[in-house]
């Protein structure tokens, strides 16, 4: 092998990332899809997105692709191809099933033109999934699925209406998209039991983290502050991120009714937004704010005294937010209000960097604030520990090292000689 084959193993090669959200969208799994593609391209491969239209987590399509059916830009050294679909803004198990059909559809009628060498795909999406196996087997290519979330737990966890009967549609649709795959990553441990059920051997499960997609915070905490209104004397608890049925953050607004003292933020987007803004319409201590940019991303998380993470009860073994590597870089303490045998939960005790409480307990909750602002110092300690986390395991550096590992694993056959 020459030197250039041994650094650069990926020239020539031609790889499809299939994946419903992708950059501009800042949050979810877009962030990973994108600069998985993008590090892949700076590597040498010719790398592809088949993606949707940007609507995360607002489900609302983005303005700058109103009306737009098909296009493909350049962005990242990534030749993104983006195809229109449905977006519900209300979500039920019949408008996210049009959803996902819709995205099916327009990425079946009009994949990328050429024949990559394996194609890659995010999941969520059911589609995603689905349309990366088919693409695959239409090209006799290696196909290697990423489960970020189960979606057929989802739908059956989550609390969205219908989901119940939802549930076995989607379980069969992720079986169908898992059990033809050379490899099948998972982003945690406790996926694996899932992803087994669904028909896939043990032995082709390779566990990949995702990593810290964003940097350390930089600005003065106190300026920080002082420039979104949080006096010195207040406690701030603050979510960042989704707004959806299964962060079940009901038991925030309910916290904060019950203590005037504690101020709630709430940064972010999505389909209860609405529904929360109504549920806090007479409470002071209340704050609704829209995403933060990239820039100031992790200088707000830091500015806040305690950051939270909820999720319903039922929520076990589906999802492990991908919040929880921006709370660790902020340095601020986590409060998990999730179940306790759940992934989620298992990375907070991994991290140290937080406590758990019951989820859907306010008073738990608030009672968990209430002892880390009356213990500064200890609440300091408690968030230096997430930092340390990811410095040793949560690296931009070393998530995408092991996903050049899968993906080379997945290039090579048995007799070690690499598919052309």
């Known amino acids: 092998m020459s030197d250039v084959d041994r650094h650069r193993p990926l020239e020539g090669r031609r790889l499809l990332v299939v994946s419903t959200n992708y950059a501009p969208e800042v949050t979810g799994i877009g962030p990973y899809a994108t600069q998985l593609a993008e590090h892949w391209a700076a590597s040498g491969a010719r790398t592809e997105a088949l993606t949707g239209m940007p609507h995360y987590p607002s489900w609302r399509l983005d303005e700058r692709y109103r009306g737009v059916r098909r296009t493909t830009e350049s962005r990242g050294g990534v030749q993104v191809h983006r195809r229109r679909h449905y977006v519900p803004t209300r979500q039920t198990a019949l408008r996210r099933g049009l959803f996902e059909a819709s ?22 999406s059911l589609a995603g999934g689905v349309l990366g196996a088919r693409l695959a087997r239409r090209h006799r290519v290696p196909y290697l699925p990423v489960v970020q979330d189960l979606m057929g737990a989802a739908a059956a966890q989550s609390g969205i209406r219908g989901g119940g009967r939802a549930a076995a549609v989607a379980a069969a649709a992720e079986r169908y998209a898992l059990r033809g795959a050379a490899l099948v990553g998972v982003i945690h441990e406790s996926f694996v039991p899932g992803v087994t059920a669904l028909g896939v051997d043990p032995g082709r499960i390779r566990i990949v983290p995702n ?79 829209e995403p933060a940019g990239a820039e100031e991303f992790t200088d707000v998380l830091a500015a806040a005294d305690v950051l939270a993470v909820t999720q319903r009860a039922s929520v076990l073994d589906m999802s492990v937010p991908s919040k929880l590597t921006s709370y660790f870089v902020s340095g601020r303490p986590v409060i998990a209000s999730v179940a306790d045998r759940g992934g989620t939960a ?15 307990d306010p008073a738990a909750l608030l009672e968990a604030v209430r002892g880390l602002a009356a213990d500064p110092a200890a609440a300091d300690a408690l968030g230096a520990h997430g930092p340390r986390y990811v410095a040793r395991h949560l690296s931009r550096e070393a998530g995408l090292a092991r996903f050049d590992a899968l993906l080379a694993e997945v290039l090579t056959d048995v007799r070690g000689s690499t598919r052309r």
Not at 103 to 124: E, F, H, K, S
Not at 238 to 255: I, P, R, T, Y
Not at 269 to 286: F, I, M, T, W, Y
């Open 211 to 289: 990593w810290t997609h964003v940097q350390p915070p930089s600005a003065d905490r106190a300026a920080t502050r002082a420039r979104l209104g949080w006096s010195e004397d207040a406690t701030v608890l603050l979510h960042s991120g989704n707004m959806g049925l299964k962060q079940g953050l009901e038991v925030l607004v309910d916290a904060a009714r019950s203590a005037p003292d504690l101020r709630v933020v709430l940064m972010g987007d999505g389909n209860q937004r609405d529904g929360l803004r109504a549920r806090a319409a007479r409470l002071p201590n209340v704050d609704f704010l």
């Open 103 to 124: 995205l099916l559809a327009t990425g079946l009628i009009a994949p990328p033109p050429g024949r990559p060498d394996a194609v890659i795909a995010q999941m969520p």
């Open 346 to 360: 298992d990375e907070v005790r991994r991290s140290g960097a937080g406590v758990l409480v019951a989820p859907e």
